[in-house]
């Protein structure tokens, strides 16, 4: 798992059990809600292996408008499938496609999915399968 993962949650963990364990009319059970807090997070986030990565696709993204005239690219996470959909645009070209991470990622790679474009036909047959 990663680093920066685990220390999220590491953070999280803590405040739950300050609350916990500071609760009005005596302290409250709290190992059962930290462990329920990380089950869920695991079973419910199958881009975990993808983590580190993430960070550096949001950067390579232009997701803020530069002027009213560029739109702002899109990234949406699909934390339960394992998916990342992207829209991203340069210029008058747009592109639209999905990333599945695999639960053996890295040792397996990624399926790209190419959804919608607006290319040139003899280029965009490049990207059609």
């Known amino acids: 798992m990663p680093p920066a993962l685990i220390e999220k949650m590491l953070k999280m963990s803590e405040k739950t059990v300050k609350k916990l364990a500071t609760a009005e009319g005596g302290g409250q059970p709290q190992c059962l809600a930290v462990f329920d807090f990380v089950k869920k997070i695991m079973e419910n986030n199958n881009l ?53 991470v695999p639960e053996e990622y890295p040792a397996k790679k990624p399926v790209l999915t190419f959804i919608n474009h607006n290319f040139d036909k003899n280029y965009a047959q490049l990207f059609e399968a």
């Open 48 to 100: 975990i292996p993808a983590w580190n990565e993430l960070q550096e696709i949001q950067e390579i993204l232009r997701l803020k408008p530069e002027s009213d005239k560029i739109k702002p690219d899109e990234l949406k996470r699909f934390e339960k499938a394992g998916k990342l959909g992207f829209k991203v645009y340069q210029g008058k070209y747009s592109l639209e496609f999905q990333l599945t």
